[in-house]
Antibody, heavy 119, light 107 residues
Framework: QVQLLQSGAEVKKPGASVKVSCKTS????????IHWVRQAPGQGLEWMGW????????YYAQKFQDRVIMTRDTSISTAYMELNRLTSDDTAMYFC????????????WGQGTLVTVSS | DIQMTQSPSILSASVGDRVTITCRAS??????LAWYQQKPGKAPKLLIY???SLESGVPSRFSGSGSGTEFTLTISSLEPDDFATYYC?????????FGQGTKVEIK
């Protein structure tokens, strides 16, 4: 069955970077876009961007354009989201999710990775 | 960016009630709208896509309607498992936006 398995919780200091992984299985990795969405504690969902594993092209939300990098390793069917220059406002649960095309919405999600930014 | 506004933010209802949540887009998104359900500590779950198409496996008591800038999610008869937070999301453009969410709580 389709699975998106994310890496474990992270604790980072302000100014540091974090790299979250999303290991996929049960489908052809390069056939589905990967989106990243985050959710601060008690808050709503915030879309961060998408990455096309077939070629690696990306599109980022304007808010994150200068701080986020989405990559992939097709040999292990894994997507990555790296967020730089962390502040306490980046404390959130980060989700990966797949979509069948650039124009489609996301249908299957990872379990989430909690990133805590604290000095 | 397209802004999405949901109402109400909180909805108190009882089992068996008919419930409607509204989502408005700041500009036309034709029918490129999805609805998600999220329970505490869990990832969102897709309910409706393309405004009114029911995702496979989702109970038929959920339905969506609308086009352009105004959309609704209706639960025809609320069940205990439906108490959760619901989000709309536009996917009309390369960029995506979620509404702020509607929490459906027990009355």
């Amino acid at each position: 069955q389709v699975q998106l398995l994310q890496s474990g919780a992270e604790v980072k200091k302000p100014g540091a970077s974090v790299k979250v992984s999303c290991k996929t299985s049960g489908y052809t990795f390069t056939s589905y876009y990967i989106h990243w969405v985050r959710q601060a504690p008690g808050q709503g969902l915030e879309w961060m961007g998408w990455m096309n594993p077939n070629g690696g092209d990306t599109y980022y939300a304007q808010k994150f354009q200068d701080r986020v990098i989405m990559t992939r390793d097709t040999s292990i069917s894994t997507a990555y989201m790296e967020l730089n220059r962390l502040t306490s406002d980046d404390t959130a649960m980060y989700f990966c999710a797949r979509a069948p095309t650039k124009a489609a919405t996301t249908t299957a999600w990872g379990q989430g990775t909690l990133v805590t930014v604290s000095s | 960016d397209i802004q999405m506004t949901q109402s109400p933010s909180i909805l108190s209802a009882s089992v068996g009630d008919r419930v409607t949540i509204t989502c408005r887009a700041s500009e036309s998104i034709t029918r490129w709208l999805a609805w998600y359900q999220q329970k505490p500590g869990k990832a969102p779950k897709l309910l409706i896509y393309k405004a009114s198409s029911l995702e496979s496996g989702v109970p038929s008591r959920f339905s969506g309607s609308g086009s352009g800038t105004e959309f609704t999610l209706t639960i025809s008869s609320l069940e205990p498992d439906d108490f959760a937070t619901y989000y709309c999301q536009q996917y009309d453009s390369y960029s995506r936006t979620f509404g702020q969410g509607t929490k459906v709580e027990i009355k």
